[in-house]
């Protein structure tokens, strides 16, 4: 599967920002894996955001998220946004589109058990 992240971007703290990640596949359907979002901060691990399953339509998040993201889709094109509100200096960080083949014996936060990873998108937020 191919993911194409995008929508980052140069804000100020309490600036909302949506990004966006469009997946294609030839092999299997994109409906096959589970969809989630990481970060990585500047010297830090990548951690898991949010994350999504075609599936059962299941939606899922970081405790630091606190209701300021939320992940939703456009399923006819095949798109899973993140919109990003209240943002604040620590979530500046290079922000990642992830599939994970389902079904799948990680978590939501397993970065090791991610199958495919899109490029980056950084996201600066200035206080």
């Known amino acids: 599967v191919q993911l194409q992240a995008s929508g980052g971007g140069l804000v100020q703290a309490g600036d909302s920002l949506r990004l966006s990640c469009a997946a294609s596949?030839?092999?299997?359907?994109?409906?096959?894996?589970?969809m989630g979002w990481f970060r990585q901060a500047p010297g830090k691990e990548r951690e898991f955001v949010a994350g999504?399953?075609?599936?059962?339509?299941?939606?899922y998040y970081a405790d630091f998220v606190r209701g300021r993201f939320t992940i939703s889709t456009d399923n006819a094109k095949k798109t899973v946004y993140l919109q990003l509100n209240s943002l604040n200096v620590e979530d500046t960080a290079v922000y990642f589109c992830?599939?994970?083949?389902?079904?799948?014996?990680?978590?939501?936060?397993?970065?090791?058990?991610?199958?495919?990873w899109g490029k980056g998108t950084q996201v600066t937020v200035s206080s």
């Open positions: 999504y399953t075609w599936g059962g339509g299941t939606t």
């Open positions: 992830a599939a994970t083949l389902m079904p799948s014996r990680t978590s939501w936060y397993d970065v090791g058990g991610v199958d495919y």
């Open positions: 596949g030839r092999r299997r359907s994109v409906s096959s894996y589970r």
